[in-house]
């Protein structure tokens, strides 16, 4: 941590944070509150970034588009997760065999194949 790092701290669980702002936040995280609320329906949300993300759902807003095809998304990490039918990248490998996934989800239930879990 460098010197001035993490000078507002977390009475609850001891975690620190470089502001104000950030600390409230993650305060959130020990209670209940949800104060960012849905003009839509009745949603709420601790933290606003979930609620503008949310809030897309009734605007239709796809704000990531594909640059290979006319598909778009409400939000990066589903291009990103898109954007691997079209590079064929596989990134999550079996560690029993030699099959890979593009998603972290397909190797998990893959893996069970392995161990018999259901």
């Not at 993490?6 to 936040?25: E, H, I, M, P, R």
């Amino acid at each position: 941590m460098h010197t001035g790092e993490g000078c507002f701290s977390c009475v609850q669980c001891n975690a620190s944070f470089v502001t104000k702002y950030d600390l409230n936040q993650h305060m959130r995280s020990h209670t209940e509150e949800r104060p960012f609320l849905c003009v839509h329906c009745n949603a709420s949300f601790k933290v606003k970034k979930n609620l503008l993300r949310h809030v897309r759902i009734h605007t239709g807003e796809r704000s990531f588009a594909c640059d290979h095809c006319d598909a778009s998304f409400l939000t990066k990490y589903y291009l990103t997760l898109h954007m691997r039918s079209h590079t064929g990248e596989r990134p999550f490998s079996c560690v029993h065999c030699n099959a890979s996934f593009s998603r972290k989800e397909s190797l998990v239930l893959h893996i069970r194949t392995h161990t018999g879990e259901r």
